[in-house]
């Protein structure tokens, strides 16, 4: 690894905060920063450019902890069915938990 680049573990934040930003942009933002994500068993790691501590990226990271660890685990045949959505399925359903719930009426 280069000197400017840190493996952190991601812990998942303590608030829920809607005005971090989505996790389209984020993606885009670590593609700008060339860095990347990975998932040691259920451990969320950052790859890139240190980043101060209340840091956007990192602030997003963290609000987006759950969703990133689905999205970098290796799961063959175990993801939601729906197209675009790269979420696990929910346990014993052939899609995720949002779209469990968007049947149920509950999440437009
Ligand atoms: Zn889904």
Not at 22 to 36: H, K, P, S, V
Not at 94 to 102: N, P
Request: glycine share 6%; hydrophobic share 40%; charged share 25%.
């Amino acid at each position: 690894m280069p000197e400017d680049c840190v493996d952190v573990v991601i812990e998942p934040a303590d608030e829920p905060d809607d005005s971090v930003m989505t996790t389209d942009a984020l993606r885009n933002t670590l593609c700008g920063l060339n860095a990347q994500m990975y998932v040691d068993d259920t451990v969320l790691h950052y790859v890139g450019p240190r980043l101060d501590d209340d840091d956007l990226i990192l602030i997003a990271i963290k609000h987006h902890h759950d969703l990133l660890v689905e999205m970098f685990t290796f799961a063959p045949g175990r993801r939601c069915v729906v197209e675009t959505c790269s979420r696990l399925r929910d346990a014993g359903s052939t899609v995720c938990i949002d779209h469990v719930q968007g049947e149920a009426g509950t999440v437009s």
